[in-house]
């Protein structure tokens, strides 16, 4: 399992013409194998910090993962 690019978010946004982009990738496996991922973009500062917000609230209110 791999880190998503920024750049695959950014190839994303402009491909399908997205202000945002949140891209949330999952590995299911035994406890140890699987892991998930949270990647965000945005065009400008604004649309990066409201997909970084929403990102967040996914990872933490939704996913349940812990703050580090």
Request: aromatic share 8%.
């Amino acid at each position: 399992m791999k880190p998503i690019p920024i750049r695959a978010a950014k190839a994303i946004a402009k491909k399908y013409d997205y202000d945002q982009v949140i891209i949330l990738g999952r590995k299911v496996g035994a406890v140890g194998e699987g892991g998930e991922h949270m990647t965000t973009y945005g065009i400008n500062k604004a649309n990066c910090a409201a997909a970084e917000r929403i990102g967040n609230f996914l990872k933490f209110q939704v996913m349940g993962w812990p703050k580090v």
